[in-house]
């Protein structure tokens, strides 16, 4: 898992609860967010991540 839950829970703060299926679709998120990033730095011929690669 990517994301930290207790970072999630405490984001959310006390007004909403947070399911365990909530925290599987957004670590996926974030993992195909990195996955994009990572091939638009590759297509830039870059081996670093930049905000705009976002």
């Not at 365990?20 to 638009?40: G, H, N, P």
């Not at 870059?46 to 905000?51: C, I």
Request: no cysteine; charged share 40%.
């Amino acid at each position: 898992m990517i994301i930290k839950k207790s970072e999630v829970k405490n984001f959310v703060g006390g007004d909403f609860r947070i399911s365990a299926e909530f925290y599987d679709a957004l670590d996926k998120v974030v993992e195909r967010t990195i996955k994009d990033a990572i091939k638009r730095a590759k297509e830039n011929g870059r081996k670093t991540l930049k905000a705009y690669d976002l």
